[in-house]
Antibody
Framework: QVQLVESGGGVVQPGRSLRLSCAASGFPFNNYGMQWVRQAPGKGLEWVAVISHDGTTRFYSDSVKGRFIISRDNSKNTLYLQMYSLRVEDTTVYYC???????????????WGQGTLVTVSS | DIQMTQSPSSLSASVGDKVTITCQASQDINDYLSWYQKKPGKAPKLLIFDASNLETGVPLRFSGSGSGTDFTFTINSLEPEDIATYYCQQYDNPPFTFGPGTKVDFK
């Protein structure tokens, strides 16, 4: 059974950094691309970033490009999102998600974590 | 970047009603479109992928259709547990943009 558990959220001041983690289990983590999706309070889903199964391919949304870095440690079955220069508008719930099909980067998101809340406030 | 639009932004329906939501992409996305259900405080749930394929375990009252740039999501007979916001997403080209969502509630 696929399980994705995010952690690392919390309250942080504007301009500071934060790293989110997503612990994966129940599937061969090193075979699947992974993504981050976020949802601000009262807003819609916003796609953030994707990383290929082997970490060699990464893409970002324009809103986080140059500030966030997606990475993974396949030996630890863990996905990361390193966030720098945080802004008030980055205040959202961050979800990690597993793509539905192995190896590919572009695929629907078949499994999701429960999310972790990041609040950027002075 | 590919832009996704959805309509309507919200709708009210009764139990048993047929509900239809449309999603349009700003360019051809080769049917690489999925539909998700999102309830408050819950993780999104994949319902439809590749425009018309039902995800395993999803009730048959949900369906998707369309190709190219224009897609439709249908709930054949609305059930109380279907009250949620529904999003389309393209995964043809990154960034894998979502539509703005359609909130479905009871009339």
């Amino acid at each position: 059974q696929v399980q994705l558990v995010e952690s690392g959220g919390g309250v942080v001041q504007p301009g500071r950094s934060l790293r989110l983690s997503c612990a994966a289990s129940g599937f061969p983590f090193n075979n699947y691309g992974m993504q981050w999706v976020r949802q601000a309070p009262g807003k819609g889903l916003e796609w953030v970033a994707v990383i290929s199964h082997d970490g060699t391919t990464r893409f970002y949304s324009d809103s986080v490009k140059g500030r966030f870095i997606i990475s993974r440690d396949n030996s630890k079955n863990t996905l990361y999102l390193q966030m720098y220069s945080l802004r008030v508008e980055d205040t959202t719930v961050y979800y990690c998600a597993k793509v539905r099909a192995p190896v590919v980067v572009a695929a629907p998101l078949g499994s999701w974590g429960q999310g972790t809340l990041v609040t950027v406030s002075s | 970047d590919i832009q996704m639009t959805q309509s309507p932004s919200s709708l009210s329906a009764s139990v048993g009603d047929k509900v239809t939501i449309t999603c349009q992409a700003s360019q051809d996305i080769n049917d690489y479109l999925s539909w998700y259900q999102k309830k408050p405080g819950k993780a999104p749930k994949l319902l439809i992928f590749d425009a018309s394929n039902l995800e395993t375990g999803v009730p048959l009252r949900f369906s998707g259709s369309g190709s190219g740039t224009d897609f439709t999501f249908t709930i054949n007979s609305l059930e109380p547990e279907d009250i949620a916001t529904y999003y389309c997403q393209q995964y043809d080209n990154p960034p894998f943009t979502f539509g703005p969502g359609t909130k479905v509630d009871f009339k």
